[in-house]
């Protein structure tokens, strides 16, 4: 969706820049989410003798969950395409 | 096949090359939360999302391996909006397929290179067909031909976990609650079912550790006698017909995807 958003903004000559744009926008909330489904899994996966604290962090995953499911890229991806029109 | 309907709604003309010879019954169940329905509704697809999905509601719960639970799964966002569905993958891809206007799809077309000459970025394919196009995105699976050309090259490093994936009809479990997405988590094991297919399938997965390396893919056959080690965890797998996939960490920290700089306007 932040693709199709940023390059219908823009005309052909300035891809190069909005894939550039693409990629400075969703670099850090995607390494976010990767890790974060990383550290599920591993949790999930627990191997430890007392699983009391692999449960508490099961408890809290709903934090992160709520964190995941708010986020909307569309406006971010409007406003980084604006600033390359600048 | 969101991309293109996401490029398509924005305007954009789009072409999808896909390498399988059709778009097929592949795979199980996948998980689909109010951040992906919020863009599916964009697109057009809100009812799409309602006809196949099954909705999880507030009964989600992770468990003990014993059963004793251990909390809920949240499974609306901060407003309350349940956009929450357990999805058979092959009904994800139907109708996101569908929702293309025709002669879209290329079927049969494996991407095995890339190359980019002046205004114009042009990928090669098995069958021995070209397309150009100003902008080329990558999406040609977990062993990507195409990979290569943006990343240096990196190994996959085993994860040390197995899943098998398994459906379910909802006949021969009238009493399965359908309403609710449940996991039993065990040491070093989980198993998770959620329904799929608007209520009519149970989707299930057992994750079990292995040394055993296998090829990530969906389709490949399962163990029964692994089969019946995973169901240690929730009890019911055993003797269900099963498909494996391996679960890999990406040989880097992070895999966001970098696309070469289109060209400029021809």
Same mark, same amino acid.
């Given at each position: 969706?932040?693709?199709?958003? @940023?390059l219908?903004?823009? &005309?052909?000559?300035?891809?190069?820049?909005?894939?550039?744009?693409?990629?400075? #926008?969703r670099?850090?909330?995607?390494a976010? @989410?990767?890790?974060?489904a990383?550290q599920?899994? #591993?949790?999930l %996966?627990?191997? &430890?003798? %007392? #699983?009391s604290?692999?449960d508490a962090?099961l408890a809290?995953?709903?934090?992160?969950?709520k964190?995941l499911?708010a986020?909307d890229?569309?406006? &971010?991806?409007r406003a980084?395409a604006?600033? #390359?029109l600048? | 096949?969101?991309?293109?309907?996401?490029?398509?709604?924005?305007?954009?003309?789009v072409?999808v090359?896909?390498?399988?010879?059709?778009l +097929?019954?592949?795979?199980?169940g996948?998980f689909?939360? /109010?951040n992906?329905v919020?863009?599916?509704?964009?697109v057009g697809?809100g009812?799409?999302?309602? *006809?196949?999905?099954?909705?999880?509601?507030?009964?989600s719960?992770?468990?003990?391996?014993d059963g004793t639970p251990?909390?809920?799964v949240?499974?609306?966002?901060a407003?309350?909006?349940?956009?929450?569905?357990?999805?058979?993958?092959a009904?994800?891809v139907?109708f996101?397929?569908?929702?293309?206007?025709?002669?879209i799809?290329h079927?049969?077309h494996r991407?095995i290179?890339?190359?980019?000459?002046?205004d114009?970025a042009?990928?090669k394919?098995?069958?021995?067909?070209?397309?150009?196009?100003e902008v080329?995105?990558?999406?040609?699976?977990i062993?990507?031909?195409?990979?290569?050309?943006?990343?240096p090259?990196? *190994?996959p490093?085993f994860h040390?976990?197995?899943?098998?994936?398994?459906l379910?009809?909802r006949?021969?479990l009238p009493?399965?609650?359908?309403?609710r997405?449940?996991?039993?988590a065990?040491?070093?094991r989980?198993f998770l079912?959620? /329904?799929v297919r608007h209520?009519t399938?149970?989707?299930?997965?057992g994750?079990?550790p292995?040394?055993e390396?296998? *090829?990530?893919?969906?389709?490949?056959?399962g163990?029964?006698?692994?089969?019946?080690a995973?169901s240690k965890? +929730?009890?019911?797998a055993?003797?269900?017909?099963?498909?494996?996939?391996?679960?890999?960490?990406?040989?880097r920290s992070?895999t966001?995807s970098?696309?070469?700089?289109?060209?400029?306007a021809?």
């Open positions: 969706m932040a693709l199709a958003t @940023i219908a903004q823009v &005309d052909t000559s300035a891809v190069p820049a909005s894939l550039l744009a693409y990629e400075r #926008l670099r850090e909330r995607v976010e @989410i990767q890790l974060g990383r599920n899994g #591993l949790r %996966d627990s191997a &430890d003798a %007392d #699983l604290v692999r962090e809290a995953h709903a934090e992160f969950r964190h499911y986020y890229v569309v406006p &971010d991806a980084a604006a600033a #390359l600048q | 096949m969101f991309a293109a309907n996401a490029l398509i709604g924005q305007g954009l003309r072409s090359y896909e390498q399988a010879s059709a +097929g019954e592949v795979g199980a996948v689909v939360t /109010p992906a919020r863009h599916l509704e964009r697809l009812p799409a999302v309602e *006809k196949w999905g099954a909705r999880v509601g507030p009964d719960c992770y468990f003990r391996h251990i909390a809920p949240q499974v609306s966002d407003s309350g909006w349940n956009a929450t569905f357990g999805m058979h993958r009904d994800f139907d996101l397929a569908a929702n293309l206007p025709a002669g799809v079927t049969g991407a290179g890339f190359e980019q000459n002046g114009v042009r990928v394919f098995a069958n021995g067909a070209t397309a150009e196009a080329v995105v990558a999406a040609d699976g062993h990507s031909e195409l990979r290569s050309y943006v990343f090259p990196s *190994k490093v040390g976990t197995i899943s098998y994936r398994g379910v009809s006949e021969r009493n399965w609650p359908m309403d997405w449940q996991m039993w065990g040491p070093s989980h079912v959620f /329904p209520g399938m149970v989707n299930y997965v994750f079990v292995t040394d390396e296998m *090829k990530e893919s969906w389709s490949a056959p163990i029964q006698r692994c089969c019946a995973s965890v +929730g009890t019911r055993s003797g269900m017909c099963c498909s494996k996939s391996t679960r890999h960490f990406a040989g992070t966001v970098r696309y070469r700089p289109g060209p400029k021809g």
